[in-house]
T-cell receptor
């Protein structure tokens, strides 16, 4: 158990819909990262927040957005869903920016768009 | 685009054999991490290498960071079926603020 929690574990929805994925980092970790993993794309970095502020953006679509709240939990919002958005979405956390970027991953949310 | 290329992409070996996985980039990294991922689960951190030329051992696993901090390797001695999984190197190219994962090496150890 990494100490990072993600909900829900599974999500099935239809094209055009909007969903919210939630992540609680390990106690004391200030950084939260979101990743998308699909069979053909590997593990893709989406976005990173550090202590409530956006720090880095990766290959995140404009239809996707995220935020980190004062209690440090984070949410990833996916809207106007397409079939191709079906994937595993992972959240990870790390202590701070100087900790060698060692990240601890949650169990993931499997999103299926029908 | 910064890339972390891993080789081989797939590896199927017999129990007891040795193997080496390579992670290469044209970018310099302040540190590199190695993770192992089981199907349907999140990656699990194995080790972080920080100093050029550094060698770290974790039981039968030996990790090395290249002198120029652009590449790394993972050597497994006497592989066991429990070593089966997807091995990923990862890091943040210096100055980019973007954490990237390698292309992955899928290892299968047969009993």
């Amino acid at each position: 158990d990494s100490g990072v929690t993600q909900t829900p574990k599974h999500l099935i929805t239809a094209t055009g819909q909007r969903v919210t994925l939630r992540c609680s980092p390990r106690s004391g970790d200030l950084s939260v990262y979101w990743y998308q993993q699909s069979l053909d794309q590997g593990l893709q970095f989406l976005i990173q927040y550090y202590n409530g502020e956006e720090r880095a953006k990766g290959n995140i679509l404009e239809r996707f957005s995220a935020q980190q709240f004062p209690d440090l939990h984070s949410e990833l919002n996916l809207s106007s869903l397409e079939l191709g958005d079906s994937a595993l979405y992972f959240c990870a956390s790390s202590v701070d920016l100087l900790a060698g970027n060692e990240q601890f991953f949650g169990p993931g949310t499997r999103l299926t768009v029908l | 685009t910064q890339l972390l290329e891993q080789s081989p992409q797939f590896l199927s070996i017999q129990e007891g054999e040795n193997l080496t996985v390579y992670c290469n980039s044209s970018s310099v990294f302040s540190s590199l991490q190695w993770y192992r991922q089981e199907p349907g689960e999140g990656p699990v951190l194995l080790v972080t290498v920080v100093t050029g030329g550094e060698v770290k051992k974790l039981k039968r696993l030996t990790f090395q960071f290249g002198d120029a901090r652009k590449d790394s390797s993972l050597h497994i001695t006497a592989a066991q079926p429990g070593d089966t999984g997807l091995y990923l190197c990862a890091g943040e190219p210096s100055g980019t603020y973007k954490y990237i994962f390698g292309t992955g090496t899928r290892l299968k150890v047969l009993a």
